[in-house]
């Protein structure tokens, strides 16, 4: 009998651990803010090689957020959204990303004038097709602010764009 009741005993403990790490593991990823959702569109669905078309970045933002935009006119300030493209023989990115409609507004805290993005941020970039379906990887790097609550953030992640070639 007290065997029985020494196991129950110890299985009891097992799961209050397993209850309590999984108690602060999920208040770990509550705690994870990320008031960017980045989507990508590509211009053509199907394109032929020596064609060029438009990737076109959209990004959602969260309510009291900016994105800074990529284009900035400072060295001291907010960290500009970035792009990075990996260089493959299968595309050519021409020319640099454009931000459309990016508002302009001097920052107190950063005491620079920025350009920035807030509701939705959109980037353009074109891109020259040399081969059959390329596959157009890079980063971005960028920083958000909400403008009450004045916290900021550092973000990145990866993209894999497809491209589909026709003859």
Same mark, same amino acid.
């Given at each position: 009998?007290?065997?029985? *009741? ?28 990320? &008031? ?9 669905? $199907? ?7 438009? *990737? ?14 990529? *284009? $900035? ?6 960290? &500009? ?6 260089? $493959? ?59 009450? $609550? ?10 894999? *764009?497809?491209?589909?070639?026709? &003859?």
């Amino acid at each position: 009998m007290k065997s029985i *009741i020494d196991i129950n005993m110890m299985n009891n403990k097992v799961w209050i651990w397993v209850a309590w790490f999984s108690l602060v593991f999920s208040m770990a990823q509550a705690q994870i803010l990320n &008031p960017a959702k980045w989507q990508y569109k590509v211009s053509k669905e $199907q394109v032929k090689i020596n064609e060029t078309v438009e *990737i076109v970045f959209q990004v959602i933002l969260d309510e009291g957020w900016h994105l800074y935009g990529n *284009i $900035q006119n400072y060295d001291m300030g907010p960290m &500009p959204t970035e792009f990075s493209f990996e260089t $493959q023989p299968k595309y050519k990115i021409v020319g640099t990303v454009k931000p459309v409609g990016a508002k302009s507004e001097f920052d107190t805290v950063f005491d620079v004038t920025v350009n920035y993005f807030e509701g939705k941020a959109t980037f353009s970039q074109t891109v020259k097709i040399l081969d059959s379906n390329p596959i157009i990887k890079g980063t971005y790097e960028y920083q958000v602010c909400h403008m009450t $609550q004045g916290k900021c953030i550092l973000l990145s992640d990866d993209f894999e *764009i497809k491209i589909k070639t026709t &003859p």
